[in-house]
C-alpha cells in the first residue's frame, strides 16, 4: 500500500508544497491536483505507524506532513 501510494502521486514534495503555500494562485487544473493528493494521501498518518523505518515510511512521512499544508 505504501508503495502504491507514493507511485499514484503525480506532484514531487517539493511540487505540491509550492502550490500548497498559493492556493488561490494555480489554475483550476493544479488545484484538482493538489486535492487528489490529499484524497490519495488520506491514510498516511495511519500507515506510517505500521511500517518498519525505512525509505519509503520517510517519504510517507514528507507526503503526510504536506498534507497538513493542503487542509
Known sequence: MASETLAA??????QASALAGR?????IEQIRELRRHKNLT????R????LEPSPT???????AELR????
Open 47 to 50: 500507515l506510517v505507524n505500521h
Open 42 to 45: 488520506a491514510h498516511l498518518d
Open 23 to 27: 492556493w488561490r494562485d494555480p489554475a
Open 9 to 14: 502521486l503525480d506532484l514531487s514534495p517539493s
Open 68 to 71: 497538513r499544508l493542503l487542509s
Open 57 to 63: 515510511r520517510d517519504q510517507l512521512l514528507i507526503r
